[in-house]
C-alpha cells in the first residue's frame, strides 16, 4: 500500500503539551496552539447563499475543527442541508458574499471533484442510486481520482490491494461484504444507502465530513453502527459535522461542540449539553432568542 503517512500519525496528550508524532517528519513536541497551526479547520465566514431569487443563508459563521466531532442541529428549513451542499460546490447554490476558507485557500472557486480531493467529504441526506455502478467500482473510482489528483503519474490503485482494503473497511463497519458487489444505492433499503456513506466515508479518509442526517431512518443497531463507525475515525486529522435532528447519535458519538442553525446563520454554540438541552426544551427558546421574524 502507496504510505499513507498521516493514517499513522497520532498524538497523546500530556498536560499542556501535545506530543504528536508524524512519520514523515519524525517526532516534535508542540504546545496545543503550535500543533493546531497545522491542522486543516474549515473556516466558514459571513456566508450568504441564494437559490434562485430567495437568500437561505444569511450571513453564517462556523468552523467545522479538524481532529474535533461537531454537531450541526436547527429546525426544518433553517438551512442545514443548504450549507452542505454550498460546502460541496453545488451548482444550484450561489454564494453571494462572505468566503469558506481549507487550508487556508478560499475554495469557492473550486469545483465539487476538486474540493473532494482536497479532502471535504459530504454524506447526502438523500444519497442517489448509480444502477449499473457497483459500490466496488464507484469506490475505486474514488479513490483513484483522489490518488490522480496527489500524484498525475499514479496508476490507480492495484485492484488486490483495493480488495483488501474494501474487506477491512467493511468488516470493521461489520457489512456483509456482498455489498461491494451490489449497484450503489440500487434497492437499498433506507439504513444500507447510510452505511453505504459511512463505507465511502471510511474509503475516501476525508479531513473534513459533513454528515447530513446520517442518523435518520436507521434502526437502533444500525444507528449504533453507524455512530460507531464514525467514532473509529476519530483521529487528529479527521474532523466531522454531524447534522442531525437528534441527541441520540451524539450518545455513541459525543460531540466536541454543538452549534444550532436558525433562519440561515448559526445562531448559538456549546457543548454537548447543548444537545440535551435542546431534546429537553425544544427549539421555542432559540427563537425567542434569536428570530429575526419574531423580532421584526
Ligand atoms: N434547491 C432549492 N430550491 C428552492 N428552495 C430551496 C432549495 N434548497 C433549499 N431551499 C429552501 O431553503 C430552505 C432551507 O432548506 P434546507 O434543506 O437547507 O433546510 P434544512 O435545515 O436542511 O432542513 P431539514 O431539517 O428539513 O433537512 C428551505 O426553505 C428550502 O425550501
Ligand atoms: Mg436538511
Excluded: C
Excluded at 497520532?10 to 508524532?21: G, P, T
Amino acid at each position: 500500500m502507496r504510505p499513507r503517512a498521516h493514517l499513522h500519525a497520532f498524538r497523546a496528550q500530556f498536560s499542556s503539551f501535545s506530543l504528536y508524532i508524524r512519520p514523515e517528519i519524525g517526532m516534535a513536541i508542540f504546545p496545543e496552539g503550535v500543533y493546531k497551526f497545522f491542522m486543516s479547520d474549515l473556516i466558514i465566514r459571513n456566508l450568504h447563499v441564494s437559490v434562485g431569487e430567495t437568500e437561505i443563508l444569511k450571513g453564517l459563521d462556523l468552523t467545522i475543527e479538524q481532529g474535533k466531532v461537531q454537531a450541526l442541529m436547527g429546525p426544518n428549513g433553517s438551512g442545514k442541508s443548504t450549507l452542505a451542499y454550498t460546502l460541496m460546490g453545488h451548482p444550484n447554490y450561489e454564494v453571494t458574499a462572505g468566503e469558506i476558507l481549507f487550508d487556508g485557500q478560499n475554495i469557492l472557486d473550486l469545483a465539487p471533484d476538486e474540493r473532494s480531493h482536497l479532502g471535504i467529504f459530504l454524506a447526502f441526506q438523500y444519497p442517489v442510486a448509480i444502477p449499473g455502478v457497483t459500490v466496488a467500482n464507484f469506490l475505486r473510482t474514488a479513490l483513484n481520482g483522489h490518488r490522480k489528483a496527489k500524484d498525475p503519474e499514479d496508476k490507480g490503485i492495484p485492484i488486490p490491494e483495493f480488495r483488501k482494503l474494501l474487506t477491512a473497511k467493511m468488516d470493521h463497519l461489520q457489512m456483509d461484504h456482498s455489498f461491494a458487489a451490489r449497484y450503489l444505492n440500487d434497492g437499498f433499503s433506507g439504513g444500507e444507502k447510510k452505511r453505504a456513506e459511512i463505507l465511502q466515508m471510511a474509503t475516501l479518509e476525508p479531513k473534513i465530513a459533513i454528515m447530513d442526517e446520517t442518523d435518520s431512518g436507521l434502526d437502533i443497531d444500525a444507528l449504533r453502527n453507524v455512530a460507531e463507525g464514525v467514532d473509529a475515525l476519530r483521529s487528529p486529522e479527521f474532523g466531522v459535522l454531524i447534522i442531525t435532528h437528534y441527541q441520540r447519535i451524539l450518545n455513541y458519538v459525543k460531540p466536541d461542540a454543538v452549534h444550532i442553525m436558525l433562519e440561515g446563520r448559526v445562531v448559538e454554540s456549546g457543548g454537548a449539553d447543548l444537545a440535551l438541552k435542546l431534546e429537553e426544551r425544544g427549539y421555542d427558546w432559540i427563537r425567542e432568542k434569536y428570530s429575526q421574524k419574531v423580532a421584526a
